[in-house]
């Protein structure tokens, strides 16, 4: 195909609007340095970010704050053009003197007595007094049916219930118009939020969040939404926004890890699962979908509750030594000109055929259908494994209603833009392009949609 240009791409400052965050998480345990990450950051056009609180590096003395760390990452994300959103999130050794980490990792405040749970009160009210201008979204803890971010209890959705009212209680009670995110690790814990559900209060209950790491991005997502948003309609819920709030998948793990048991050492399996992280979620009507994580976390050691790593597996789109990009901070920042502004799923006729024998090629290609400005957009892929990727080499027929006067394919892992070709019309009434097939979406869409440099 010819090619005319590249997507062009935006500074977070010149994007109004998008779905795409970052995280910029895990500086309660200093393990990445911010200052390195926010002129990078701006750059990328993401739009919102990810930050958890850190109660243990706030008050390292009883009733003494420091929030000096903290304002610096507010002030440098909102700077560049970012919006933060704040994880409140885990204990403090100081009032938790059994804490089995350094830095209160998972340690509940409920379970520390009245003098523990008070003061998670009094920091979570200097937290909101402090940013109330600046924040308007608060999520509460951390993956609570994680037993990984649960101690010394088991998780129970109830007992997250009850530290949700509490802590939004006291937000609320500074900050009027907060909003509140509850979250759990994988949308399928339908015992978990049947409790939760039944627990919190509908007022603070404003997004469902989940975070999801599976081998390949399309599975249980989608169906898991669906069962979550029946849950919540049938115990009274609405207007409840879902977020995708935490997912992603290494460049580099070491040997034995959970997610890659294969090992892993490629930059580009990391793009290609953001690549369609972000197009599945958008998909399914995620407003918000966060990507793990703004730079490898390799200047120390990586704990949970009791666990430490000493050298996480490598989620960032900077790399944790040199802060250079990784190819996935490129494909996010052709992701965020590509869901900037206003772009919304639809139910559009599209097919996708490709030369292959197998029956069951056919039905593993994904599609979806987007509108921009009003005008359809098309993407479609054929999904590999991601720890055993092999070339795709099928070419494909995309079979579509619409005609577009200038029809342009983009590739968002380059961000290079071709002229699609004159489609083929059918005496059925429809539209065929012949086209290349990847492991990742290609967009099919108008040439007058996206700016092209």
């Given amino acids: 195909m010819n090619k005319i240009g590249k997507l062009k791409t935006y500074t977070s400052k010149e994007i109004d609007k998008s779905y795409v965050s970052i995280d910029f998480c895990c500086l309660d345990r200093e393990l990445f340095k911010p200052e390195k990450c926010y002129e990078m950051l701006g ?16 008050e390292k003395e009883k009733g003494v704050y420091n929030f000096d760390w903290l304002d610096s990452v507010i002030d440098n994300l909102c700077e560049q053009g970012v919006t933060p959103w704040l994880s409140v999130t885990f204990g403090n050794p100081v009032y938790m003197p059994d804490c089995p980490n350094p830095t209160g990792v998972g340690c509940v405040p409920l379970y520390y007595g009245e003098e523990t749970l008070k003061a998670w009160k009094n920091f979570v009210f200097e937290i909101a007094s402090r940013y109330k201008n600046r924040v308007t979204y608060y999520e509460i803890w951390n993956e609570p049916n994680s037993k990984a971010f649960w101690y010394p209890s088991v998780p129970d959705g109830a007992e997250y219930g009850k530290l949700v009212n509490i802590t939004a209680e006291v937000i609320r009670s500074v900050q009027p118009d907060a909003k509140f995110v509850c979250n759990v690790a994988g949308a399928h814990a339908f015992k978990f939020l049947n409790s939760l559900f039944d627990t919190v209060k509908k007022e603070y209950l404003n997004v469902f969040s989940y975070h999801v790491y599976t081998r390949v991005p399309e599975y249980r997502t989608a169906e898991s939404i669906v069962q979550v948003r029946k849950m919540l309609s049938s115990k009274g819920f609405t207007n409840v926004e879902f977020w995708q709030g935490e997912s992603g998948y290494p460049s580099w793990t070491y040997e034995g890890h959970w997610l890659v048991k294969e090992g892993c050492d490629d930059e580009i399996a990391q793009a290609v699962y953001q690549l369609r992280r972000y197009f599945i979620d958008a998909s399914i009507g995620i407003t918000r979908s966060s990507f793990f994580q703004m730079a490898d976390m390799w200047e120390g050691s990586y704990t949970t509750t009791s666990k430490v790593i000493k050298k996480c597996a490598a989620h960032g789109i900077l790399n944790g030594l040199t802060y250079t990009p990784k190819k996935s901070y490129e494909t996010i920042t052709n992701l965020s000109a590509i869901f900037s502004g206003d772009i919304k799923p639809t139910e559009d006729f599209m097919l996708v055929d490709i030369d292959s024998k197998s029956p069951v090629d056919m039905i593993a290609c994904q599609k979806m259908t987007f509108e921009k400005d009003g005008i359809p957009l098309y993407a479609f892929y054929y999904p590999s494994n991601l720890s055993d990727r092999t070339e795709i080499t099928y070419n494909a027929t995309i079979t579509v209603l619409n005609v577009f006067e200038n029809p342009v394919l983009i590739d968002p892992m380059s961000g ?13 009434g429809y539209y065929e392009y012949k086209l290349p097939i990847k492991e990742y979406p290609l967009v099919l869409t108008d040439k007058k949609v996206f700016e092209i440099v």
Avoid: D
Avoid at 43 to 57: V, Y
Avoid at 416 to 428: C, R
């Fill in 43 to 58: 750059k990328t056009g993401i739009k919102h970010a990810r930050c958890q609180t850190g109660w243990s590096r706030c």
């Fill in 416 to 428: 290079e833009v071709f002229e699609a070709g004159k489609p083929n019309f059918s005496g059925y």
